[in-house]
């Protein structure tokens, strides 16, 4: 079963308004998780690198302020989309890394955003 | 850097033809690669892994074989279903940072 569950699956939210996605490690603890940004027909891009209890690494030209990162426990990491436009639109990802099986990295189902 | 290249898609085949998808790496050390596929509104499985030279990584007929020689790491299926239309991401790990390396992926459609 799913060892990363990313909440929601879709959302759909005005333009200016902030949404929330989160990313939870169910039967393990994440000090790291990273999340991806993936356009229409090309690849995942790594946007930020999610510490707990310290602050988020940002990929070069990711603006913070835009994607808030929070990673306030070992289980749990968020990402705010702040004052969405039509052009965050996209499908997000969020991973956790974990050494105990054959993949180094866990994968949520992703989250489609849709900024009208 | 480090970084990964595949063949562009989108590949589109016939139920039971012969697929290769190739992969090729650069990489400073000594990388475990991947094989990772995305189904329509999905997240990422992983679909076999290979973590040193001349290791085979297989599942669900699907195999890929760890080429020092020649950095590479083909995907290969001797016989494609309609149920194996999705996108396949080759991919490096290091150990030391964490992170994931994807290729910019590889769309497959196959036809009935």
């Known amino acids: 079963g799913a060892v990363v569950s990313q909440h929601p699956s879709r959302v759909i939210c005005k333009s200016g308004t902030s949404v929330k996605i989160e990313c939870r490690s169910l039967?393990?603890?994440?000090?790291?998780m990273f999340w991806y940004r993936q356009f229409p027909k090309q690849s995942l891009m790594l946007m930020a690198t999610?510490?707990?209890?310290?602050?988020?690494?940002?990929e070069q030209g990711v603006e913070k302020d835009k994607f808030l990162i929070n990673h306030a426990s070992l289980t749990l990491s968020t990402l705010t989309v702040t004052s969405a436009h039509p052009e965050d639109s996209s499908f997000y990802i969020c991973?956790?890394?974990?050494?105990?099986?054959?993949?180094?990295?866990?994968f949520g189902n992703g989250t489609r955003l849709t900024v009208t | 850097g480090d970084s990964v290249t595949q063949m562009e898609g989108p590949v589109t085949l016939s139920e039971e033809a012969f697929l290769t998808i190739n992969c090729t790496y650069t990489?400073?050390?000594?990388?475990?690669l991947f094989w990772y596929v995305q189904y329509p509104g999905e997240g990422l499985q992983l679909l076999l892994k290979?973590?040193?030279?001349?290791d085979k990584g297989s599942n669900k007929g699907f195999e890929a074989t760890y080429r020092k020689e020649t950095t590479s790491f083909h995907l290969e299926k001797g016989s494609v279903q309609v149920s194996d239309s999705a996108v396949y991401f080759c991919?490096?790990?290091?150990?030391?940072?964490?992170?994931?390396?994807f290729g910019k992926g590889t769309r497959l459609h196959i036809l009935p």
């Open positions: 991973s956790a890394p974990d050494r105990r099986g054959n993949s180094p990295l866990h």
């Open positions: 039967d393990f603890q994440a000090t790291t």
């Open positions: 999610s510490n707990e209890g310290s602050k988020a690494t940002y």
């Open positions: 990489a400073t050390g000594y990388p475990s």
């Open positions: 290979a973590t040193k030279a001349d």
């Open positions: 991919a490096l790990f290091m150990n030391r940072d964490d992170k994931i390396i």
